[in-house]
């Protein structure tokens, strides 16, 4: 019945902004990533995964200008967000092997998680393929602090990233209602509905140490 951490998200500009960031923030160069047909996005990737984090992964993602729009609202609430300060912790996606349950449970407690979308694309190591709850007006939920369910079929991004010497050390959610919690029951994340950034992470890198608040 347990959700895992699966992965941050950093939204950005554009993806050469993206990477200039992580490179400045983190030490280290995210590797390649691929295209989302499906919500005219690209993204960037950097293995982060620790024990307490088994497979988690940092995603810098950016509108794709090459790709037409979408018929619908993008997801993460990106075509709203203001990145005009540069790249920003905004997202955790949460990964579920009982994608069905755990989007209702959190209905009947009275929240939106979204909507069952199956998305994919294509790799070097081949394709990748998941399902995720996004919202019909793309926003998302407890200001951000409710991670996006996803429940991947077959390959995880992380079998094909290499080590990237950033880790993640400790995540902690604030904003989520206690009977949301209870129904995620988030391996190794702090989880409150008290006052606080609705994520943040502390990462181990080359660096020192460096902390991630969405805001």
């Known amino acids: 019945m347990t959700v895992w951490v699966d992965h941050l998200v950093v939204a950005a500009a554009s993806l050469a902004e993206g990477v200039a960031w992580c490179e400045a923030t983190l030490g280290v160069t995210p590797a390649a990533g691929g295209r989302h047909a499906l919500m005219g996005t690209h993204n960037r990737l950097l293995k982060i995964a620790s024990e307490a984090f088994p497979d988690a992964y940092l995603e810098i993602l950016a509108i794709d200008p090459d790709a037409p729009p979408p018929a619908r609202p993008r997801w993460f609430g990106l075509d709203k967000l203001d990145l005009s300060a540069g790249p920003r912790l905004i997202h955790l996606v949460a990964r579920s092997t009982m994608l069905d349950m755990h ?53 995880h991004p992380t079998a094909d990233l290499p080590d990237s010497g950033v880790t993640l050390q400790r995540l902690a959610l604030h904003g989520v209602p206690d009977r949301a919690r209870e129904v995620l029951r988030l391996r190794g994340a702090t989880v409150s509905a008290g006052p606080g950034p609705a994520v943040q992470a502390v990462l181990a890198a080359p660096r020192g140490d460096v902390t991630l608040e969405s805001t």
Do not use: F
């Not at 919202?135 to 991947?152: F, K």
């Open 103 to 155: 989007r209702w449970g959190l209905i009947n407690v009275g929240l939106n998680p979204g909507n069952p979308l199956r998305a994919s694309r294509e790799t070097a190591h081949g394709s990748l393929s998941w399902e995720i709850l996004v919202r019909d007006d793309g926003r998302l939920e407890c200001g951000g602090a409710l991670p996006t369910l996803i429940q991947w079929s077959g390959r």
